[in-house]
């Protein structure tokens, strides 16, 4: 193994192992889906959208555009209003079994389109991306920068699956929702937090 590919493996952990809004919403579905091929939408569509933003990163797209002010201040504005009904709708979950019913029926294009905000307007997950990964990015070239870039997305898809096999578990242990209950209202407390910080930024 590669001394890129080592590089790449812990720096990615040390960039997804922070729990934040994609997670919590992979690990509740994980919890809350009766079957775990049904969480596989929202598994695979926050593996994809996080290849997405590393592959931008390393290549340099992502920094020409985030160069831009306005575009910047747009995103973070979307990603503190979808932090706010992200984390309304994260608390107002209760896994007592009737409304864990209706979580279940989620429908898949629902799950993705959820899995894509959370992946996609959180503007720190975006700016720890591009600062860190592409950043440490630029030190390799040619087959190097490959395995970099490789391990890192590797990593990233892992987790998520771990994630929800994780969240299954609970689910499977927790049958009354109690502690998911919990997991939820500190997962919302935690999201509002974050898009508070985006709000202090933003004036600041």
Not at 38 to 54: G, N, W
Not at 64 to 77: A, D, E, N, R, S
Not at 85 to 93: A, L
Not at 152 to 159: A, E, M, R
Request: proline letters at 3%; glycine letters at 8%; a positive charge.
């Amino acid at each position: 193994m590669s001394i890129a590919m080592i590089h790449g493996i812990v720096l990615a952990f040390g960039l997804i192992l922070p729990l934040g809004a994609q997670n919590v919403f992979v690990f509740q579905q994980g919890a809350l889906q009766p079957r775990l091929y049904r969480v596989l939408p929202v598994v695979i569509t926050a593996a994809v959208c996080d290849t997405l933003l590393i592959a931008l990163a390393v290549i340099g797209v992502s920094v020409v555009v985030l160069t831009i002010p306005m575009l910047q201040i747009g995103l973070f504005i979307i990603g503190f209003f979808f932090l706010l009904y992200m984390g309304w709708s994260v608390w107002n979950t209760s896994s007592a079994s009737g409304d864990k019913e209706k979580m279940e029926m989620m429908p898949v294009r629902k799950q993705i389109v959820f899995a894509c905000s959370v992946s996609l307007l959180n503007p720190h997950a975006i700016l720890d991306t591009i600062g860190v990964i592409g950043t440490n990015s630029l030190q390799y070239s040619g087959a190097e920068k490959v395995a970099f870039t490789a391990a890192c997305i590797i990593v990233s898809w892992l987790w998520f699956i771990g994630l929800a096999l994780l969240g299954k578990m609970l689910g499977k242990l927790d049958t009354n929702g109690k502690w998911m209950n919990r997991i939820n209202k500190a997962s919302a407390i935690m999201i509002w937090l974050v898009a508070l910080y985006i709000a202090y930024q933003l004036i600041g």
